[in-house]
């Protein structure tokens, strides 16, 4: 899923479970982050939106969640941030899913 400002807040308001990794083409760290968000997103496909927002395309989201560095990665959930899930810097595979399946228990 790519997050764009005009589909992005439509998506978050749907209440479903929502994953939001921030990220730009020259963040190598970022790179790195993409195949795994890929995988997750096929994996989590029945139950949770998990995609990319290309802050170099776009801006209001990020500047809305004052996203500082990249790749940071958000969690929604009922329409809402959940804060306590946010992730900063390159993660490997198995903390992102650790939290995706908080947000699937909360």
């Known amino acids: 899923m790519t997050f764009t400002d005009q589909n992005v807040h439509d ?8 994953v939001i990794d921030f990220w730009a083409t020259w ?7 993409t195949p795994i ?4 997103a096929e994996e989590y496909k029945d139950t949770v939106v ?9 801006n209001d989201l990020a500047a ?3 996203i500082m560095s ?3 990665i958000l969690f929604f959930k009922n329409g809402e941030q959940i804060r306590d899930l ?5 993660q490997p595979k198995e ?3 650790k939290q995706i399946k908080k947000l699937l228990e909360l």
């Open 27 to 33: 963040c190598g760290p970022c790179q790195r982050m």
């Open 95 to 97: 903390n992102l899913e």
């Open 86 to 90: 946010r992730l900063a810097g390159a």
């Open 11 to 18: 998506i978050i308001a749907s209440g479903k479970p929502v």
């Open 70 to 72: 990249i790749p940071t």
């Open 50 to 58: 998990i995609g990319k927002y290309n802050i170099e395309e776009e």
């Open 64 to 66: 809305q969640y004052r």
């Open 37 to 40: 968000v890929e995988e997750l």
